[in-house]
């Protein structure tokens, strides 16, 4: 499976943005994706996830009031809405994808990831 990861840019505080990640050369519907996220000099952190099969959604708490993960199953993407950005949000966002058959729910592992999108919010 192949991940494609687009949309970061820079932006200003409260802005928002969309990020995409198209996903190709297998069949959509038969994965589980996520989003995460590595700002300069910290950990990578898991920002939400969602399953292409049911389309149930999974967010980080710190998160899910700003964030939004969908998806487009015509088009084979993922989405991760992100409003009211904060200078703290400026990170590498990545994308990951995960066979159904692989995984729980939510996701502990990923098998596959895209990379990576830049995002930078300044105040």
């Known amino acids: 499976v192949q991940l494609q990861a687009s949309g970061g840019g820079s932006v200003q505080t409260g802005d928002s943005l969309r990020l995409s990640c198209r996903l190709s050369?297998?069949?959509?519907?038969?994965?589980?994706m996520g989003w995460f996220r590595q700002a300069p000099g910290k950990e990578r952190e898991f920002v939400a996830a969602i399953s292409l099969s049911s389309g149930a959604t999974y967010s980080a708490d710190s998160m899910k009031d700003r964030f939004t993960i969908s998806r487009d199953d015509a088009k084979n993407t993922v989405y991760l809405q992100m409003n009211s950005l904060k200078p703290e949000d400026t990170a590498v966002y990545y994308c990951?994808?995960?066979?159904?058959?692989?995984?729980?729910?939510?996701?502990?592992?990923?098998?596959?990831w895209g990379q990576g999108t830049l995002v930078t919010v300044s105040s």
């Open positions: 990951a994808a995960v066979s159904v058959s692989h995984s729980s729910w939510p996701p502990a592992r990923y098998d596959a």
């Open positions: 050369g297998r069949t959509f519907s038969r994965y589980r």
